[in-house]
Nanobody
């Protein structure tokens, strides 16, 4: 059974950076597609970025500022977030996709972590 644990969230000023990590256990990490999603207070969960055999994919709102990557030796996916602004404030979730593709639709993902909070102050 795949388990995901996110870390790296916190409070940062606008213009700052954070790197989120998602450590995976219980499955062959290299075969998984990985995605990052976020949910702001009062809003629906939205796609942020994904990585898999389909390549990398980003939401328009974060393209050029965020970078998704993975380290298969460490069973870890990362989300480097630069030039953060208050609109990026949300709870960020890591998700695993057993098909390996890395999709932008949340329903394609099989396992989710508990998430980590990112708060960007103006």
């Amino acid at each position: 059974q795949v388990q995901l644990v996110e870390s790296g969230g916190g409070l940062v000023q606008a213009g700052g950076s954070l790197r989120l990590s998602c450590v995976t256990s219980g499955d062959t990490f290299s075969s998984l597609g990985m995605g990052w999603f976020r949910q702001a207070s009062g809003k629906e969960r939205e796609f942020v970025a994904s990585i898999g055999w389909r390549g990398t994919n980003y939401a328009r709102s974060v393209k050029g500022r965020f970078t998704i990557s993975r380290d298969n030796a460490r069973n870890t996916a990362y989300l480097q977030m630069n030039s953060l602004n208050p609109e990026d404030t949300a709870h960020y979730y890591c998700a695993a996709d057993r098909s390996g593709g890395g999709w932008s639709t949340s329903t394609q993902y099989d396992v989710w972590g508990q998430g980590t909070q990112v708060t960007v102050s103006s």
